[in-house]
């Protein structure tokens, strides 16, 4: 087994193989040192969602939503991944747990928004779909969200402040698209998810923090923001003022 063990890793970790394919993914572990590195952030993440999301079986309309809604992002991307694991609904359906969970001991429509909000978040890493588009150029993210969401996501420039843009991606909060750009702040991504809602008043960051996970959400002219990483509190905060002033 020479090649690096990608999704595999996924499936070792939740104990999904078989004996003998186990053995030689525990022996590929051994002698290379990238997919070592790549097992211990599954593991971390893993752990990060156990304690964090209590998952909800997603009804098969949501499913057939999400299949839909891939497909139409990028649908090479969606044909690749379901050959090379063999049917598209394992990471349709894994995708679709976490979106739909619930974060325990919270209630009321906006708890049930912000798990959604992190799962998106969590989702993105775990199955390798950080981005539709990848690009830093604003000029290729916006028009690339066109016909794909039934609005025009405000897309800024903030590589000069310290967060470069790496690209966008088509999601699902609830059963709304959405758009997701994607920011870094070093080796941190940072997920910003924008809809329109226009009965949605005017409002400043407000933060939550789920199982190391750093949330904020705010308002500006009929948009909803919410923000999401890991990256440390304060730093988010910047990235959320900066966003406010170059889109308000």
């Known amino acids: 087994m020479s090649e690096h063990l ?6 070792y970790v939740d104990d999904e193989l078989g004996t003998e394919r186990t053995l030689d993914v525990r022996a590929h572990l051994a002698a290379c040192a990238q997919c070592r590195r790549s097992y211990e952030k ?27 809604s891939l497909r139409r992002a990028d649908p090479s991307r969606f044909r690749r991944r ?12 894994a995708a679709a747990l976490l979106t739909v969970a619930v974060l325990p001991g919270l209630r009321g429509p906006r708890a049930d928004l912000t798990g959604e909000v992190v799962a998106a978040h969590l989702r993105s890493l775990q199955v390798d779909h950080l981005t539709d588009v990848a690009s830093s150029d604003r000029h290729t993210v916006k028009p690339w969200f066109q016909g794909k969401v039934p609005f025009s996501p405000p897309v800024p420039d903030l590589r000069d402040q310290g967060y470069p843009l790496e690209g966008g991606r088509l999601d699902l909060v609830g059963d709304r698209p959405v758009a997701a750009l994607v920011y870094r702040a070093r080796q941190h991504a940072i997920n910003v998810l924008v809809w329109p809602d226009p009965e949605a008043r005017d409002s400043a960051p407000q933060a939550e923090t789920r199982g190391g996970i750093h949330v904020l959400h705010w308002s500006s002219q009929g948009m909803t923001w919410w923000a999401v990483s890991d990256v440390n509190a304060e730093e988010l905060q910047r990235l959320a003022a900066l966003l406010r002033e170059a889109a308000p």
């Open 6 to 11: 990608g999704d595999v890793l996924h499936a």
């Open 42 to 68: 599954v593991r971390a993440l893993r752990g990060v969602l156990q304690r964090t999301l209590r998952p909800a079986e997603p009804s098969p309309a949501f499913l057939r939503r999400l299949r839909a």
């Open 82 to 93: 379901a050959e090379r694991v063999g049917w598209a609904a394992v990471p349709l359906a």
